[in-house]
């Protein structure tokens, strides 16, 4: 099928995109505020499986101040990046729109796919072009990040049901 011949149902494509795509951004500001980063770390316990979780939550951690370790934008970098590469890779991802038999699976692990391939390679730049850069710490923020995205990404993924194909 040539680009140029389009079904006429495209329009309808980026709906699922955008309800994962406003997930990512919920989660990113609810659970990386200042607000939710100092309860999870005061207020859960590590040793345990839901504390342990509701920490993970907390991981792409933005800040309102600048901190000791440099600018604004340098502290939030992670969390912007994250919901930038997320938004995009929803709506590159062509598993919905070409498949066969389009259906909630391909949605689910769409969404899903996409922001664990967000949060690493978010991280990975993020470690790239904040302070201290180094190969070792950006593989270790990529594999942190990779993690995070494997396991919160099924929430993107269940959002991503929320919308059409």
Request: a neutral charge; one cysteine or more.
């Amino acid at each position: 099928m040539a680009i140029s011949n389009r079904p006429r149902s495209t329009a309808r494509y980026g709906t699922a995109a955008g309800t994962g795509t406003l997930a990512a951004l919920v989660l990113v500001a609810v659970c990386g505020s200042p607000a939710y980063v100092a309860w999870a770390q005061d207020g859960t316990d590590p040793n345990s499986a839901g504390g342990w979780y509701l920490r993970l939550l907390a991981w792409p951690a933005w800040q309102l101040d600048a901190g000791p370790e440099g600018g604004l934008l340098a502290a939030n970098l992670r969390a912007v990046l994250l919901v930038g590469f997320a938004a995009l890779l929803l709506y590159l991802l062509p598993t919905p729109q070409v498949a066969r038999v389009q259906g909630s699976v391909d949605q689910f692990c769409s969404g899903w796919g996409a922001y664990a391939l967000a949060a690493g390679t978010a991280s990975l730049l993020a470690a790239f072009l904040g302070p201290d850069p180094s190969l070792l710490g950006a593989l270790q923020a990529a594999g942190t990040g990779a993690s995070y995205g494997f396991l919160v990404g099924w929430i993107v993924g269940l959002a991503s049901l929320g919308g059409r194909a």
